[in-house]
């Protein structure tokens, strides 16, 4: 992701501030921030091409009366610029979970995207994928772009940490290991072939890669 940002503050406000900076925007993916004059986000959105996208915003005609409202609010503005939209689409979902602006009602809760979810309320933890409220009780990575990119890293995951995918209902019902543990996905708590203890240090190393210490997880994996 670039680290090219813009942080300007104008004496306009409205249509005529977004006007005036789209005079300056690159024909590139990334990421913009609405903020009204005490500096709180009213909005953060996507684009393909922070052009086209922010200029529809300086029309005069065609809004609904939620966005007049948050255009006439527009203090300032800032930009991200990102290497791809995938990226843009990623920091989207992050800064709308991290400043919850008041004019991104719909996507607020984060429902319609992906996370990889450790799950922590039984006594040998669950890896999945999880969409919706974060209400379980656990460790949540993501967003993912995609069901897919979810799949595959849970699929890698599975394969260097051995955690289990399995429901509770079916762990507590086992008597003897599945067919993930016999192609090597999963250790096979749910029958006593590895100590608890060491099941919770496999869960922690798994934390500490999804938490992007790569290195620390190598090292740990190695040893």
Avoid: W
């Amino acid at each position: 992701m670039s680290d090219e940002t813009q942080d300007i503050v104008h004496p306009l406000r409205g249509a005529a501030l977004i006007a005036d900076e789209v005079a300056r925007l690159p024909g590139k993916p990334g990421v913009y921030r609405m903020m009204n004059d005490a500096g709180d986000a009213l909005y953060v959105g996507k684009a393909k091409s922070l052009r086209a996208r922010v200029s529809a915003y300086a029309k005069s005609g065609g809004h609904s009366n939620r966005i007049m409202r948050m255009i006439a609010e527009t203090a300032r503005m800032e930009f991200v610029v990102t290497a791809t939209e995938t990226e843009a689409l990623l920091l989207e979902a992050n800064l709308i979970k991290q400043l919850k602006p008041r004019y991104n009602v719909l996507f607020r809760d984060d429902k319609s995207f992906a996370y990889i979810l450790i799950a922590e309320d039984h006594e040998a933890p669950q890896i999945l994928k999880h969409r919706g409220a974060r209400k379980r009780k656990g460790a949540y990575y993501g967003p993912f772009a995609s069901a897919g990119a979810v799949n595959r890293t849970l699929n890698t995951l599975q394969k260097a940490f051995l955690l289990r995918s399995c429901p509770d209902s079916v762990f507590d019902n086992r008597t003897r290991p599945c067919l993930l543990h016999q192609i090597k996905r999963c250790s096979a708590p749910c029958v006593g072939l590895i100590s608890a203890a060491a099941y919770r240090e496999l869960v922690e190393e798994a934390k500490t890669f999804l938490d992007g210490d790569s290195q620390g997880a190598q090292r740990q994996l190695s040893k």
